[in-house]
């Protein structure tokens, strides 16, 4: 990842065909360390600007161009990471990671038909695995910067604690703490659930729920269930958690009578099982679920359109 003092002589400046490959890779990483489609978008098109914004020459002596552009990426999402913070403060209500859709999904196929490397559509570019569950990237979101960029690096991304260290600016010492303590995090946390027991209790609640039948939503909730809500403030809905199961069954019933023309779909929602909710075709929310036990323990339901973008084809 580092770029020697003196021109290699002989080497040549990789042009666009070989970066584009690093696409991918930069958009996987930026938005687990970010949470947001979005502003793992504008992270990838502003590394590609500083690489090009180099001479021919400067660009020719990066001993790894991928290597620097992941150094580069990872810079600028610590920096975004260290002023989410006062955003956040900002931000009406509760603020929850962006959802991403499974496009395979989609009635024939992925939309645009290109290539995996050059996919017009940022989403199309994430991997969907256990490190973009909405239950993971919470937990995430509870870490320092400096722990968050540790553990995805190494952890995630298998890069080594010496090039973790030239990205936070700390030794491989520190950094191997950083991830260590990010870890403890992770233990803490409960495995997930079974597919096959995540699924059924997702369809479960989408028929409860499209019946308005609220003891079978109580049935299928933990007693002590919480429902996160995130609609930045943009459109109706209740700005903190609604804990406790009967609380929820009845708050999502009453959505389900101010909105009789509801349509429920299943669909993978970050690699796993959840719901897509709208009107008309048009995607007003994407719920994804955490369960436990034969019971659902947290619900977060995405409402906010701006994170709702790659679910408009959904």
């Known amino acids: 990842m580092s770029t020697p003092p003196a021109p290699q002589h002989g080497r040549v400046d990789p042009g666009p065909a070989a970066l584009a490959g690093e696409r991918r890779r930069l958009t ?49 999402c610590l920096d975004l990471l260290g002023s989410a913070r006062a955003r956040r403060e900002r931000y009406v209500g509760e603020w929850l990671p962006e959802p991403l859709p499974n496009r ?53 991304f298998r890069y080594p604690f010496g090039e973790v260290a030239e990205i936070l600016g700390r030794s491989p010492a520190a950094c191997r703490q950083l991830a260590t303590s990010a870890r403890r995090r992770v233990r803490t946390a409960r495995p997930p659930a079974a597919a096959e027991q995540h699924a059924g209790l997702v369809r479960e609640f989408r028929r409860a729920w499209a019946a308005k039948d609220i003891a079978a939503l109580v049935g299928l909730l933990d007693p002590g269930a919480t429902s996160t809500p995130d609609s930045g403030g943009l459109v109706p809905a209740e700005l903190r958690p609604i804990v406790g199961g009967e609380r929820i069954a009845r708050a999502f019933t009453e959505i389900m009578g101010l909105e009789p023309r509801l349509e429920l779909v299943e669909r993978t929602v970050n690699g796993q099982p959840g719901l897509v909710a709208g009107v008309d075709g048009v995607t007003s929310a994407v719920l994804a679920f955490d369960v ?20 408009a084809a959904a």
Do not use: C
């Open 28 to 76: 996987n990483l930026a938005y687990r360390l970010l949470g947001s489609l979005a502003d793992a978008e504008d992270v990838v098109q502003e590394t590609y600007a500083r690489w090009y914004a180099m001479s021919a020459e400067r660009r020719a002596e990066v001993v790894s161009p991928g290597g620097w552009l992941t150094k580069v990426a990872g810079r600028v």
């Open 292 to 311: 436990a036990d034969d019971k659902i323990t947290r619900i977060w339901a995405v409402r906010n359109p701006e994170k709702l973008r790659a679910w």
């Open 104 to 156: 395979a999904e989609l009635v024939g196929g992925p939309v645009g038909g290109g290539s995996a490397g050059d996919a017009a559509d940022p989403a199309d570019r994430v991997t969907l695995d256990e490190s973009v569950h909405m239950a993971f990237l919470v937990l995430l979101d509870s870490m320092t910067p400096a722990e968050r960029v540790a553990f995805v690096l190494h952890d995630v």
